[in-house]
């Protein structure tokens, strides 16, 4: 299929961008590399009378230090932010999560916000977000405002961002003296969407673990430190609150399954890489 007509508009700052997005509302969607939404828009799942492109947007093409913060620009492309310097040091967890993302095709298009507002739950960025507690940032022609990771995505290919905003930058807290931090996923290829993503923090005192691509979004749970068999109860409790769900890739039960054995071996990595 190809998508419905659509008229198409090219700005160089942020501010036409909101402005655009007031006049138009909901006829109207946010375009930087594509990859999420053209498809989407082939497919007709989403049908918007106005593209607004972004990718020229300099202002918005970024990755700084912010306080406690690596902050990404909206612009700033998923390949950028792999081949940036800092990104092993300062955030460990996203660099694990990286050689995840699609492929070096994909990398070179797509961007880190995008991901995050197309809300997969089986995307890598949305899950690294919310286990380390990230934020994001949106404009509209009223203002600013930020939204904690958890209050931004509300479910399958669904956030608490409205019409006539848009993401101009996300926030990943910095890592942290004395945690560790590690990142697998199961999927049929390498580069696939994954059947089961998940993310782990450990210091000395708790275990964090985030999982994606079970429930409508990546679900995060933290325990004190355990051990053996206290460990195991955990996994298959989280496992079964999860629930899961049957498709052509994999059933709930092996969805469930890799929880267990995965979340293991991914809580056993973070807690031998701390610092």
């Known amino acids: 299929m190809k998508p419905k007509s659509f008229d198409y508009l090219k700005v160089f700052s942020a501010e036409e961008a909101v402005a655009a997005l007031a006049q138009s509302g909901e006829d109207a969607r946010i375009i930087a590399g594509g990859l999420s939404l053209m498809p989407m ?43 940036w310097d800092g990104l092993e ?46 934020e994001v940032d ?15 995505q509300t479910g399958m290919l669904s956030t608490a961002k409205q019409s006539e905003e848009m993401v101009i930058a996300a926030r990943y807290p910095i890592a942290k003296q004395g945690e560790g931090y590690a990142f697998t996923e199961m999927a049929q290829r390498r580069g696939d969407f994954a059947i089961v993503a998940l993310a782990a923090i450990a210091n000395a005192d708790h275990i964090k673990l985030g999982i994606g691509g079970v429930a409508d979004r990546p679900t995060v749970r933290q325990w004190d430190i355990l051990e053996g068999e206290n460990l195991e109860d955990a996994l298959n409790e989280f496992a079964w609150d999860l629930g899961g769900y049957d498709d052509i890739h994999a059933t709930a039960r092996y969805r469930r399954e890799l929880v267990r054995r995965l979340g293991r071996r991914v809580i056993e990595e973070a807690k031998s890489c701390r610092s």
């Open 138 to 152: 949106l404009q509209s022609s009223n203002g600013k405002r930020t939204l904690k990771a958890e209050e931004f």
């Open 89 to 134: 040091k300062f955030l460990p967890l996203v660099a694990a999560a990286c050689p995840y993302i699609g492929h070096y095709q994909t990398r070179s298009k797509g961007t880190v916000c995008g991901s995050l507002v197309h809300a997969d739950p089986s995307s890598e960025l949305p899950l690294c977000l919310a286990v380390l507690g990230g």
């Open 41 to 83: 828009l082939n497919f007709r799942l989403a049908e918007p009378k106005i593209l607004i492109d972004i990718s020229k947007v300099e202002a918005l093409s970024y990755i700084k230090e912010t306080g406690n913060y690596i902050e990404i620009g909206a612009a700033t492309r998923q390949g950028d932010l792999m081949k």
